[in-house]
């Protein structure tokens, strides 16, 4: 065990952990971090998504000797209930989940999307969205969200 720090979501995090453990793993375990979602663990669905400084990591293969020092975003970094992100907001308005297993990856993605281009198109979110799986289909209403934050913003 080595004690690692990690900024998350603005907060400072002292951890005892395994640096090979998986970033994924202590999120999710340690810190009591749900959003984060286990998917395939192999880098191929996007649900463990996050922000490392701004960066898009699959954290289920993301170490956390890699991860330790860093600044981490997560969606619970995005808003809150009281205070929601606008893709957040646009989320619930156009009901576009199902179940919601892939959503937190897609909106840390589409949030650095929209950092870095404020008015996509829905192509550009397309394309954004490309190494993100939504076994439920709703692909098309998720995407309709992300162009409505947008014009929110
Ligand atoms: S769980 Fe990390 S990409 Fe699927
Ligand atoms: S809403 Fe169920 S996996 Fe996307």
Do not use: W
């Amino acid at each position: 065990m080595t004690q690692l720090e990690l900024i998350i979501n603005q907060t400072s995090v002292t951890l005892d952990v395994d640096p090979a453990t998986s970033l994924l793993d202590v999120l999710r375990n340690e810190v009591g971090l749900a959003s984060p979602r286990f998917g395939c663990g192999k880098e191929q669905c996007g649900a463990c998504c996050v922000k490392i400084d701004n960066k898009l990591v699959y954290a289920c293969t993301h170490s956390m000797a890699e991860a330790a020092g860093q600044s981490i975003t997560t969606v619970e970094g995005l808003g809150t209930p009281e205070n929601p992100h606008p893709l957040q907001q646009a989320v619930m308005d156009l009901n576009a989940g199902q179940c919601g297993f892939c959503l937190s990856g897609i909106l840390v993605t589409a949030s650095k999307l929209l950092d870095e281009n404020p008015a996509p198109s829905r192509s550009d979110v397309m394309t954004a969205l490309d190494d993100h799986l939504c076994r439920c289909g709703a692909h098309n209403r998720i995407i309709d969200a992300i162009l409505r934050a947008a014009d929110k913003r």
